[in-house]
């Protein structure tokens, strides 16, 4: 079954984001087990909700693509199976 990541980035700013972003998404697209990435502006910095066939296939990709990137205290991505999903 499918999971969903939570990670959120305190007082990164909007821009770090937009920056990060455009260098990884289009290799997100492509890589495996990916299904969709949301990104929200709240408290003070950003949360990235995505789906993924499996932690395994999103931390393959995670790992090597956006952690470079995150400061080195940049707190641990929350996972949750999903239990149902339905996308038009």
Known sequence: MAVLKQ???????????????????PSQ???DGFVAHYAI???????V???????????AWFNEV???HLPPDSPDSKFAELH?????
Do not use: R
Not at 84 to 88: D, H, I, Q
């Open 7 to 25: 990670h959120h980035s305190a007082g990164m700013p909007v821009e770090v984001y937009d920056k990060v972003a455009a260098e990884a998404i």
């Open 29 to 31: 697209s492509k890589a």
């Open 41 to 47: 502006v709240e408290d003070g910095g950003i949360t």
């Open 49 to 59: 909700i995505e789906i993924w066939d499996s932690i395994d296939q999103h931390d």
């Open 66 to 68: 956006v952690k470079p």
């Open 84 to 88: 149902n999903s339905n996308v038009k």
